[in-house]
T-cell receptor
Framework: AQSVTQLDSHVSVSEGTPVLLRCNYS??????LFWYVQHPNKGLQLLLK??????LVKGINGFEAEFKKSETSFHLTKPSAHMSDAAEYFC??????????????FGAGTRLAVHP | DAGVTQSPTHLIKTRGQQVTLRCSPK?????VSWYQQALGQGPQFIFQ???????QRGNFPDRFSGHQFPNYSSELNVNALLLGDSALYLC??????????????FGPGTRLLVL
């Protein structure tokens, strides 16, 4: 079965410093992996997606993530945090169901706080 | 290009009542998935609709049912509401193709409070 573990429930950084949000996954096949962001009282926005093309994936707003199969990790990074990055971040893995259709398995989320 | 829309934005119901939530997919998308997000948790998959049929389902009781219309819009129905059904209900749309790689785009959600 597929699963996702987000290693930190809360991360706090200062504006202008690097961001690292950690995610480990478990999958019985080569998965698709995603990072989504959720701002307060908003829906989920796709940040980036890995689908076995390139191991380093660039997303929106300066975020990127690196797929490391040997470590079963898909950590999200950003070189310099901005106040507007404060939000909840979800690491997501696809899970193949009956008929080959996928559903999304979400991690518990990491709340990112950015301080001036 | 309209994104995924959901209605209503907020809803208050009492235990035992029934509720219907609605979702219109992103233009060009034909598949709708529903997720439940309890407070402080990640979303959990309820079910997915394609070609007006439920094609897979998560671990939710039969009180949760859905429908997809010919225009690809969808409804989520919950009967006999429990306090524990209070959550943000998210709709996601995607385009069937290589199902393994399809990306899901989410609406803003409907926040349901059961008293």
């Amino acid at each position: 079965a597929q699963s996702v573990t987000q290693l930190d429930s809360h991360v706090s950084v200062s504006e202008g410093t690097p961001v690292l949000l950690r995610c480990n996954y478990s999958s019985s096949y080569s998965p698709s992996l995603f990072w989504y962001v959720q701002h307060p009282n908003k829906g989920l926005q796709l940040l980036l997606k890995y689908t076995s093309a390139a191991t380093l994936v660039k997303g929106i707003n300066g975020f990127e993530a690196e797929f490391k199969k040997s470590e079963t990790s898909f950590h999200l990074t950003k070189p310099s945090a901005h106040m507007s990055d404060a939000a909840e971040y979800f690491c997501v893995v696809t899970s193949l169901g009956v008929g080959g259709y996928n559903k999304l398995i979400f991690g518990a989320g990491t709340r990112l706080a950015v301080h001036p | 290009d309209a994104g995924v829309t959901q209605s209503p934005t907020h809803l208050i119901k009492t235990r035992g009542q029934q509720v219907t939530l609605r979702c219109s997919p992103k233009s060009g998308h034909d598949t709708v998935s529903w997720y439940q997000q309890a407070l402080g948790q990640g979303p959990q998959f309820i079910f997915q609709y394609y070609e007006e049929e439920e094609r897979q389902r998560g671990n939710f009781p039969d009180r949760f049912s859905g429908h997809q219309f010919p225009n690809y819009s969808s409804e989520l129905n919950v009967n006999a509401l429990l306090l524990g059904d209070s959550a943000l209900y998210l709709c996601a749309s995607s385009l069937v193709g290589t199902a393994y790689q399809e990306t899901q785009y989410f609406g803003p959600g409907t926040r349901l409070l059961v008293l």
